[in-house]
């Protein structure tokens, strides 16, 4: 048994055609687009304010769409991570 | 050493305005040896830092005083502290504070100052461990007091993977050493570590962090010792761009909340058990500036260590800031002391007769060793990288206690290839297994050279789990060793817990990190009077100092005279006269030999720094100075040469390689901006500039990781190789590894279940979770399972109905079908056959009434326990053992 993960409403996706091309599929499928994440050329943080900030389940809609769209190289829905101060 | 009455400086009062401000000067003194530490420091808690002035047990400490009276004090070295914020204004953080090196995830801002709720000072505390300003009347000394201190604000809010990314890349040009005292929960059950995003940050670090000279992340290794948890089970601390660090108390034990694991490579003093052991003294966080709540003694656990690891190491680039990621690995491996920690049991001596520990590493960090030798250290040659087979023979691990499993392989660690390691770093075992309870396994790792570490402790909390899936259990305790010959792996069943049934081995493999030559070079400077110029020898290591020999000894390589050999500083001759000059009369050569300029040319070089490009022609005075002749060579530029050939010009026409004149650089070899051909990094094989990250292709034997634009020598995880173009190409979204395609993923991200070689939160219909995580199909019949028997439906398929867990096409007599639960429902009583609750027919003795149910068609149908009332049987009040009514 695994504790269930925590799902948000953002997105990492890789988007090799860089950071116009991510504005655009941003704009289109109704994400804002927080920029590059860190140092990681080519991808992308969007967040769909649409979409629950915390889920127990991921957005399976969410998933198609991205996953259809041929400028998407990949993408992972975020989801929480416990991390402790030691 | 200082001498109080020569230096001064305007230090802001405490009401001062403290905020981002550009740097100061740096503090220092002169040098007074002789001057014991405590009469230094005017700093009010300095007498407290035990750790920095002798305070130890035995008079021991890091060894702090050396490498400041060195004059190394972290300056022009930056430190970021990843944690919950820190405070900018600190008085004693101030003036180090450096904005470049800060940023605010949780509120998506620049400005790094936590939120004062009283918890959150953790990130404040461990930057004043690093860089707490020396000399004034607030706190202590941070242990590198010069250096800038940046704090990013991760903690403070949920944290996920591209949380994580954008911590650890931040301003990686910019930033030297990122400082994470945080992790997974250390609770003796957790098997976690980077997401993709954090682990292509980790690699991007590395690769292309410090100008390619790779970010150092310091790493606490884990406070989890009360539920003997196992720092190998954090992916952070068991990562190997990780340096892991562990703690000593005081009296140079292990404290009750050290976690013991291979992947440890040194430790540093914090807190141990109250009252016998101090604790960390420190700057404190006080939003409101209160003088009594600005500072802290009471820093505690591996936390505490960390910071004081990444101060030292901003120490070490200090004292050579062209050290890479794996250089500082090195001088910690080879400077820390097993010595103030020996109390401890566990040391055990590795194949090249170093001291190491499953507590401590490599032992206690030695700040004085670790720039002495800094100051001296060449570059490690390239990393190599070579990995075993994967040994696929599924074996059985019985479930007796003390049982253990034994297998091995035999390698050559890729002699022959370019791949080849025969100086290990770092060692990981890559396992996949099935055992239940997970926790009761130790697995052990025994190296050619006898070396024997142990991966993996047992960890009697983790008994929920019963599987580990391409898990990389990291030991860094065969360094220096031979990778060649037979290794040994073994699973032995070593917990309390009772085990019913065997586990499989599944796979293992181990993967080599190291060089193929010598990676242990000291250098002196020696003057070279022909060239102006210092040149870098260099001698192999001490064959007489077992602190410092890696082994190997006699098997030495002198730094090759290599073609880029020594590019920095090579002796230009010919680009300005009085070099002209100065070789002509210094080796008795002629005075140059000059062709015919064109017609407005001018001089502009006049540096060994720059040397000429191809539109550089020499000083106009020269050309009626000296004879003019023909034929030279035609690459060399209008000025002329001294002689015949490419090696003889004045200046190049196009390219300098050496010095010789090329009409283009060759493969390998990129052209600077001042025309002269300099050596691409060693991953690359045509490149647009000196880093890891300006690859166009990749050398032979190296793979172009497509979305990172950098060239390795294998796919790191999350990626597989494409063996057609040679690239490296990242998995599918949730796919933690995968295989010849993105979308066929072999294992998934944690939390995630596999099914056909694709990763979901959760089994899709008619198929179940198994208990390694994989989706199994369930019975025909069946809709939602638990199993693949016929009896093993949760659900049912439409049109079939549910039974004790098969699925039937109709019900039994006696139960009616639910359709829209797709159930048989036992029939109400007296019923013989039924649609849900209502009756069809009744059994003998009932009677279906105008409600659609049976009643007993006599009041001797009633248990002794009921009474009769207009056709059925009811209970009696529960006060009655029997009855004729309801009250």
């Not at chain 2, 550009?22 to 407290?48: A, C, I, M, S, W």
């Amino acid at each position: 048994p695994r504790s269930t993960p925590i799902f948000t409403n953002q997105f990492a996706v890789h988007v090799p055609d860089g950071p116009d091309a991510a504005a655009e599929i941003a704009a289109k499928y109704g994400f804002d687009n927080y920029g590059q994440i860190g140092a990681l050329k080519e991808y992308f943080l969007f967040a769909d304010k649409r979409l629950h900030k915390r889920s127990l389940s991921s957005s399976e809609s969410h998933h198609k769409t991205l996953r259809d769209e041929p400028r998407v190289r990949w993408f992972q829905q975020q989801h929480e991570k416990k991390r402790k101060k030691r | 050493d200082f001498m109080p009455s020569s230096f001064s400086f305007d230090y802001p009062t405490f009401f001062d305005e403290f905020g981002p401000r550009p740097r100061q000067t740096t503090y220092h003194r002169q040098r007074n040896r002789g001057v014991p530490l405590q009469n230094l420091f005017t700093d009010p808690l300095f007498k407290e830092q035990w750790y920095l002035n002798g305070g130890a047990k035995d008079g021991y400490d890091m060894n702090l005083g050396p490498a400041w009276q060195k004059g190394y004090t972290g300056k022009s070295v930056v430190v970021s502290i990843l944690d919950d914020g820190i405070q900018t204004n600190h008085p004693d953080l101030a003036l180090n504070y450096d904005h470049q090196a800060s940023t605010d995830i949780n509120d998506n801002d620049n400005d790094p100052m936590p939120r004062d709720n009283g918890d959150n000072k953790h990130g404040t505390r461990c930057a004043g461990e690093v860089a707490a300003v020396a000399f004034n009347q607030y706190c202590g000394v941070g242990v590198a007091y010069n250096a800038s201190i940046g704090g990013v604000r991760m903690l403070d809010g949920p944290v996920n993977d591209a949380v994580e990314a954008r911590a650890l890349g931040l301003n990686p040009d910019h930033i030297d050493i990122y400082s994470a005292s945080w992790g997974p929960e250390d609770d003796g059950k957790t098997v976690d570590g980077p997401g993709p995003l954090a682990r292509r940050a980790f690699i991007y670090g590395v690769t292309s962090g410090r100008k390619g000279k790779g970010s150092i992340f310091v790493w606490a290794s884990g406070n989890g010792g009360r539920h003997t948890d196992s720092c190998n089970c954090d992916g952070y601390t068991n990562s190997i761009f990780t340096l892991s660090i562990s703690s000593a108390t005081q009296g140079g034990y292990k404290p009750w909340y050290l976690e013991e694991c291979s992947s440890t490579l040194a430790s540093t003093y914090s807190s141990g058990t109250p009252g016998n052991d101090k604790s960390v003294a420190t700057v404190d966080m006080d939003a409101k500036l209160r003088p009594d709540h600005i500072c802290t003694v009471e820093h505690t656990g591996t936390s505490a260590s960390a910071p004081l690891a990444a101060g030292i190491a901003a120490l070490a680039l200090e004292a050579n800031p062209s050290l890479t990621w794996r250089d500082m690995q090195y001088l910690v491996v080879l400077t820390s002391r097993s010595t103030p920690l020996e109390k401890e049991s566990g040391w055990i001596l590795n194949g090249v007769k170093r001291k190491v520990s499953h507590k401590f590493g490599y032992g206690l960090m030695d700040a004085g060793a670790m720039v002495n030798l800094a100051e001296q250290w060449t570059n490690v040659p390239p990393q190599h990288i070579c990995k075993s087979d994967e040994i696929n023979e599924e074996r059985r691990i019985d479930p007796t206690y003390g049982y253990t499993l034994s297998v091995y392989m035999d390698v050559t660690g890729c002699a022959g290839s370019v791949n080849e390691v025969r100086f290990l770093e770092h060692v990981q075992c890559k396992v996949s297994l099935r055992f239940f309870p997970r926790g009761n396994l130790r697995l052990l790792l025994t190296s050619p050279m006898g070396t024997t570490s142990t991966l993996l402790f047992e960890r009697p909390r983790d008994v929920l789990s019963s599987s580990f899936d391409d898990w990389p259990f990291l030991s860094v305790h065969f360094w220096g060793e031979k990778a060649d010959g037979r290794w040994t792996l073994q699973v032995n069943n070593a917990g309390n817990r009772h085990v019913n049934s065997p586990g499989i081995l599944k796979k293992w493999q181990l993967i080599f990190y190291g060089t193929a030559t010598n990676p242990i070079r000291i250098r002196t400077r020696q003057f070279n009077p022909v060239h102006s110029s210092y040149a870098s020898v260099h001698y192999p290591y001490p064959v007489d100092d077992d602190q410092l020999a890696l082994g190997h000894r006699g098997d030495v390589d002198f730094f090759p005279s290599s073609t880029f050999q020594g590019y920095q500083g090579y002796p230009y001759v010919g680009a300005a006269s009085n070099v002209q000059a100065s070789v002509a009369t210094l080796d008795g050569s002629s005075a140059p030999i000059l062709t015919n300029r064109l017609p407005g040319d001018t001089s502009s070089s006049s540096s060994f720094d720059s040397p000429p490009s191809s539109s550089q022609v020499g000083d106009e005075s020269l050309d009626t100075a000296r004879k003019i002749l023909h034929d030279c060579d035609p690459q060399c530029d209008p000025q002329g040469c001294y002689g015949k050939g490419p090696t003889q010009c004045i200046a190049c026409k196009n390219y300098r390689l050496d010095n010789t004149c090329v009409s283009q650089c060759p493969p390998r070899s990129f052209p600077n901006q001042g025309g002269v051909c300099w050596p691409c990094h060693e991953s690359c094989e045509i490149c647009a500039g000196a880093g890891q990250d300006s690859c166009l292709s990749c050398a032979p034997a190296h793979l172009r990781v497509t979305d990172l634009a950098v060239c390795l020598q294998q796919c790191p995880e999350g990626y597989y190789e494409n063996t057609e173009n040679s690239t490296c190409v990242p998995c599918e979204a949730n796919c933690a590894s995968c295989q010849d395609r993105p979308d066929k993923c072999t294992s998934c991200e944690h939390h995630l279940v596999m099914y056909e070689n694709k990763c979901y939160a959760a089994c899709p219909l008619y198929t179940y979770e198994t208990q390694d995580y994989n989706c199994a199909p369930c019975h025909s019949t069946c809709e939602t399972c638990n199993g693949t028997a016929e009896n093993q439906c949760i659900s049912c398929r439409p049109g079939l109905f549910s039974l004790n867990g098969a699925c039937r096409a109709s019900c039994p007599i006696g139960y009616g079908a639910d359709k829209k639960r797709r159930e048989c429902v036992p029939c109400p009583p007296g019923c013989a056959t039924c649609d849900m609750s209502t009756c069809r027919s009744c059994d003998d003795g009932w009677s279906l009434n105008e409600e659609g149910l049976c009643a007993p068609e006599h009041r001797d149908r009633c248990k002794t326990t009921e009474f009769y009332e207009n056709g059925h049987c009811k209970q009696c009040h529960a006060s009655c053992k029997t009855c004729a009514g309801p009250g």
